[in-house]
Protein backbone atom coordinates (compact mmCIF):
# COMPACT_ATOMS: atom_id res chain seq x y z
CA UNK A 1 0.00 0.00 0.00
CA UNK A 2 0.94 3.39 -1.34
CA UNK A 3 2.13 5.93 1.71
CA UNK A 4 1.09 8.75 -0.57
CA UNK A 5 -1.59 8.74 -3.10
CA UNK A 6 -2.31 11.89 -4.81
CA UNK A 7 -4.99 13.13 -6.66
CA UNK A 8 -6.56 16.22 -8.52
CA UNK A 9 -4.85 15.93 -12.11
CA UNK A 10 -6.42 16.53 -14.83
CA UNK A 11 -6.72 18.65 -18.26
CA UNK A 12 -7.82 22.36 -17.63
CA UNK A 13 -6.99 25.21 -20.32
CA UNK A 14 -4.39 27.68 -19.99
CA UNK A 15 -5.24 30.46 -17.52
CA UNK A 16 -7.03 27.88 -15.72
CA UNK A 17 -6.74 26.09 -11.77
CA UNK A 18 -6.29 23.04 -10.41
CA UNK A 19 -6.14 21.62 -6.94
CA UNK A 20 -4.15 18.68 -5.90
CA UNK A 21 -4.27 16.25 -2.82
CA UNK A 22 -1.90 14.13 -1.35
CA UNK A 23 -3.10 11.68 1.32
CA UNK A 24 -0.29 10.22 3.44
CA UNK A 25 -0.99 7.34 5.36
CA UNK A 26 1.34 5.04 7.74
CA UNK A 27 3.59 8.22 8.53
CA UNK A 28 3.98 10.13 11.28
CA UNK A 29 2.71 12.75 8.64
CA UNK A 30 2.98 16.14 11.41
CA UNK A 31 6.67 15.00 11.78
CA UNK A 32 7.28 15.25 8.03
CA UNK A 33 8.00 17.95 5.59
CA UNK A 34 5.63 17.38 2.37
CA UNK A 35 5.77 18.93 -0.84
CA UNK A 36 5.29 18.74 -5.05
CA UNK A 37 7.64 17.79 -7.29
CA UNK A 38 7.04 18.12 -11.26
CA UNK A 39 8.36 16.12 -14.50
CA UNK A 40 7.44 16.92 -17.81
CA UNK A 41 7.88 14.88 -20.76
CA UNK A 42 11.58 14.59 -21.46
CA UNK A 43 12.82 16.96 -18.78
CA UNK A 44 13.85 15.81 -15.21
CA UNK A 45 12.33 16.05 -12.43
CA UNK A 46 11.84 19.40 -10.71
CA UNK A 47 11.04 20.39 -7.26
CA UNK A 48 7.82 22.88 -6.91
CA UNK A 49 6.84 23.25 -3.95
CA UNK A 50 7.26 22.26 0.01
CA UNK A 51 5.85 23.18 3.24
CA UNK A 52 7.50 22.13 6.63
CA UNK A 53 6.04 20.62 9.80
CA UNK A 54 6.44 24.51 11.01
CA UNK A 55 4.37 25.31 7.95
CA UNK A 56 7.19 27.26 6.13
CA UNK A 57 6.77 27.24 2.80
CA UNK A 58 9.17 27.43 -0.35
CA UNK A 59 8.14 27.76 -3.76
CA UNK A 60 9.97 27.47 -7.14
CA UNK A 61 10.69 30.75 -8.75
CA UNK A 62 8.29 29.59 -11.68
CA UNK A 63 5.11 28.47 -9.59
CA UNK A 64 5.69 31.68 -6.93
CA UNK A 65 2.69 33.54 -6.94
CA UNK A 66 0.64 31.47 -8.97
CA UNK A 67 0.43 28.40 -6.87
CA UNK A 68 -0.25 27.63 -2.98
CA UNK A 69 0.89 24.93 -0.88
CA UNK A 70 -0.83 24.05 2.63
CA UNK A 71 -1.28 21.03 4.80
CA UNK A 72 -3.98 20.27 7.16
CA UNK A 73 -2.51 17.26 9.88
CA UNK A 74 -5.79 16.56 11.12
CA UNK A 75 -6.83 14.88 7.69
CA UNK A 76 -2.94 13.41 7.10
CA UNK A 77 -2.98 15.52 3.63
CA UNK A 78 -1.26 18.12 1.66
CA UNK A 79 -3.13 20.17 -0.97
CA UNK A 80 -1.46 22.58 -3.92
CA UNK A 81 -3.12 25.28 -5.00
CA UNK A 82 -2.67 25.79 -8.55
CA UNK A 83 -3.83 29.50 -10.54
CA UNK A 84 -3.00 31.19 -13.40
CA UNK A 85 -1.96 27.52 -15.08
CA UNK A 86 0.77 28.21 -18.21
CA UNK A 87 1.00 24.63 -21.03
CA UNK A 88 4.82 24.84 -19.56
CA UNK A 89 3.27 23.82 -16.19
CA UNK A 90 2.03 20.47 -17.93
CA UNK A 91 3.59 17.45 -15.94
CA UNK A 92 3.68 14.55 -13.75
CA UNK A 93 2.80 16.09 -10.42
CA UNK A 94 4.25 13.76 -7.78
CA UNK A 95 3.68 14.30 -3.50
CA UNK A 96 6.84 14.12 -1.88
CA UNK A 97 7.79 13.30 1.95
CA UNK A 98 10.85 13.71 4.06
CA UNK A 99 12.40 14.41 7.67
CA UNK A 100 14.55 17.57 6.29
CA UNK A 101 13.22 20.72 6.86
CA UNK A 102 12.83 21.36 3.20
CA UNK A 103 12.70 18.84 0.14
CA UNK A 104 14.85 21.12 -2.17
CA UNK A 105 18.02 19.44 -0.62
CA UNK A 106 16.84 15.95 -0.68
CA UNK A 107 16.49 13.97 1.75
CA UNK A 108 13.13 12.32 0.47
CA UNK A 109 11.76 9.36 2.29
CA UNK A 110 8.65 8.62 0.18
CA UNK A 111 7.26 9.47 -3.30
CA UNK A 112 3.69 9.34 -4.54
CA UNK A 113 2.76 7.61 -7.49
CA UNK A 114 2.24 11.07 -9.59
CA UNK A 115 -1.22 12.49 -11.01
CA UNK A 116 -1.32 13.88 -14.87
CA UNK A 117 -1.91 17.38 -15.05
CA UNK A 118 -1.92 18.70 -18.77
CA UNK A 119 -2.61 22.30 -19.65
CA UNK A 120 -3.94 23.26 -23.10
CA UNK A 121 -3.12 26.09 -24.99
Known amino acids: QDRLVESGGGLVQAGGSLRLSCLASRLPFSSYAVGWFRQAPGKEREFVADINRSYRTVYSDSVKGRFTIWRDNTKNTVYLQMNSLKPEDTAVYYC???????????????WGKGTLVTVSS
Open 96 to 110: AAGVASTLTTGGIDF
